[in-house]
């Protein structure tokens, strides 16, 4: 059973336009989110996140939005740009502040985004 | 640049060998953890370690053992290879008590033919 669902597998967006990945959950503990962007060969790096007590936090070109009552939240990306092709993984965690860390994320299978020319 | 090591980056085994796939970081960082990548399939937790001297299994433990030799390195241990294991295996650390993301390292490439 898929706790974290990104079912979008592929996304085309031109460079300038906004691109948004979403991602919806099942399991309503989750209270933290987190966005990874994944290069080819490379291991996936921490781009945005955010706490259920929040409904957006913006870093940047990058902005992210939750929905708690439709459990859904999405990436915003604006403009996007060429370098942001890649591989995005939503995941989700227990806790927040784990005193270890120790239930781990668990990942949607990922959008990868292309940016046309 | 401070991170996470894995080593080593590419391996090709045949079936029913043993391998052991490193992992270290230098960030200081108490807990660790091994993912892999199917095609398709996102990241799942093999094994997790949320502190030195402790080990817990995650999503799909099954064919692995761990060992967390210290805080800085965690390894993960095939003993007897199966063509199912063939995936991308990533090592990531985090600091227990800030939850600002994890820090993985670039991934070990395995084959089991």
Known sequence: ?117 | NAGVTQTPKFQVLKTGQSMTLQCAQDMNHNSMYWYRQDPGMGLRLIYYSASEGTTDKGEVPNGYNVSRLNKREFSLRLESAAPSQTSVYFCASSESDKNYGYTFGSGTRLTVV
Not at chain 1, 5 to 11: D, E, F, R
Not at chain 1, 84 to 95: E, H, K, N, Q
Request: hydrophobic share 35%; proline share 5%.
């Open chain 1, 1 to 117: 059973d898929q706790q974290v669902k990104q079912n979008s597998p592929s996304l085309s967006v031109q460079e300038g336009r906004i691109s948004i990945l979403n991602c919806d959950y099942t399991n309503s503990m989750f209270d933290y989110f987190l966005w990874y962007k994944k290069y080819p060969a490379e291991g996936p790096t921490f781009l945005i996140s955010i706490s259920s007590i929040k409904d957006k936090n913006e870093d940047g070109r990058f902005t992210v939005f939750l929905n708690k009552s439709a459990k859904h939240l999405s990436l915003h990306i604006v403009p996007s740009q060429p370098g942001d092709s890649a591989v995005y993984f939503c995941a989700a965690s227990l806790v927040m502040y784990s005193g270890g860390g120790a239930d781990g994320l668990t990942f949607g299978k990922g959008t990868h985004l292309i940016i046309q020319p």
